[in-house]
């Protein structure tokens, strides 16, 4: 199983949207809606952000927003604000034939 | 307060073995499959493997990179899983992560996620001679 891909980088300034794209392939990001995604601060365990695609666990702010179309899922984060820096991974579930989950790269996200 | 925590971590030598241990307080343990994850200094995060709950069989997968090396198991009793960690190579330095595969309950029953909602601090695995 690859990687999936995502953008290095991504910076905005506080109070705009940036969009954080996980691209993969129709063995997985394609195949399921079963992408989820990650925030990771520095020194930090990873915290759920997105499952299923666009929902949300309880707690974590309607400012993040999933979507997904064809091989590529989406992570949206309105409002921008200090806290929001981090690391961000996609993860997709890639079936059940070779079991595996797949992760993204990862993007850096800075507030400008 | 839902929460899982990591101990056995430390330094071992390339050959050696390591277990590691995860307690879980917060939540009926025994209804939820548990997973291990890692993350190599300065890398991304890659799943190890999981256990499913005895309600699925109490089955385990691998990723490809540790299986035949790496053994999960659980104790529900004590709310503890564990990762057996053998034949240990360089490559496995990382810190791992034991998490919660999440699902939810819906009119026709639960329905796993494919998520991990609970994760815990981790703990540093140095494999190095």
């Known amino acids: 199983q690859s990687a999936l891909t995502q953008p290095a980088s991504v910076s905005g300034s506080p109070g705009q949207s940036i969009t954080i794209s996980c691209t993969g392939t129709s063995s997985d990001v394609g195949s399921y809606n079963l992408v989820s995604w990650y925030q990771q601060h520095p020194g930090k365990a990873p915290k759920l952000m997105i499952y299923?695609?666009?929902k949300r666990p309880s707690g974590v702010s309607n400012r993040f927003s999933g979507s997904k179309s064809g091989n590529t899922a989406s992570l949206t984060i309105s409002g921008l604000q200090a806290e929001d820096e981090a690391d961000y991974y996609c993860c997709s579930y890639a079936g059940s034939s070779t079991f595996a989950y797949v992760f993204g790269t990862g993007t850096k996200v800075t507030v400008l | 307060e839902v929460q899982l925590v990591e101990s056995g971590g430390g330094l071992v030598k390339p050959g050696r073995s390591l277990r590691l241990s995860c307690t879980a307080s917060g939540f009926t343990f025994g209804d939820y499959a548990m997973s291990w994850f890692r993350q190599a200094p300065g890398k991304g995060l890659e799943w190890v493997g999981f256990i499913r709950s005895k309600a699925y069989g109490g089955t385990t997968e691998y990723a490809a990179s540790v299986k035949g090396r790496f053994t999960i198991s659980r104790d529900d009793s004590k709310s503890i899983a564990y990762l057996q960690m053998n034949s240990l190579k360089t490559e496995d330095t990382a810190v791992y992560y034991c998490?919660?595969?999440?699902?939810?309950?819906?009119?026709?029953?639960?329905?796993?996620?494919?998520?991990?909602?609970?994760w815990g601090q981790g703990t540093m695995v140095t494999v190095s001679s």
């Open positions: 998490t919660r595969r999440g699902q939810r309950i819906t009119i026709f029953g639960v329905v796993i996620t494919e998520a991990f909602d609970i």
């Open positions: 299923e695609v666009s």
